[in-house]
């Protein structure tokens, strides 16, 4: 598997190739997309360590839920509306966290990780069904998380 770092140049190499076979993968739906994406993410995640990566963690921003606002306002010693005004701003309707990257990675990982945002906790995402309905999403975390791009370097051998 790539090292985090390596990533983006990677995926500019493979970037267009990835596209077409994105629209290739919509256009024909493989009945065991979702199993095998769900055998390889079981597999892959098993050998890569996320603290050791955080690349999600450094240049997405995740969006909370009202619960999660609760739960980690309460961890922090916050209200509800006061840590909406520190740490998120409103986008399209949802509530993401204000920033470039995420206010709460620190050099020793995510400082609220055991109480950490339901999208942080299911991202990328390749562990659910209906994979052929995020396959953009899947292209575009190629870039960004290093089990997603070897994922999808499987299916291009597979397909
Ligand atoms: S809350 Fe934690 S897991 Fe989620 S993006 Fe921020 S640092 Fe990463
Ligand atoms: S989910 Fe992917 S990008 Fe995020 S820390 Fe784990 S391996 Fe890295």
């Known amino acids: 598997m790539l090292a985090p770092d390596e990533l ?20 024909t739906e493989p009945d065991d997309l979702d199993r095998v994406v769900n055998e390889w993410h079981k597999t892959l995640f098993a050998e890569m360590d996320c603290r050791s990566c955080q690349n999600c963690c450094k240049s997405m921003t995740p969006a909370l839920t009202n619960k999660d606002v609760a739960r980690i306002a309460g961890v922090l010693g916050l209200t509800f509306d006061d840590f909406r005004t520190k740490y998120l701003k409103e986008d399209g309707g949802e509530w993401i966290v204000n920033g470039k990257s995420c206010p709460f990675l620190t050099n020793d990982g995510c400082s609220i990780y055991d109480y950490r945002p ?13 994979t052929s309905s995020r396959l953009m999403s899947l292209v575009a975390n190629c870039a960004v998380c290093p089990v997603v791009f070897e994922i999808f370097e499987k299916l291009k051998k597979r397909y």
């Open 8 to 27: 983006r140049k990677a995926f500019k190499m493979v970037e267009e190739e990835n596209w077409a076979f994105r629209a290739f993968l919509k256009a």
């Open 118 to 130: 339901k999208a942080c906790r299911e991202y990328p995402y390749t562990d659910k069904k209906e």
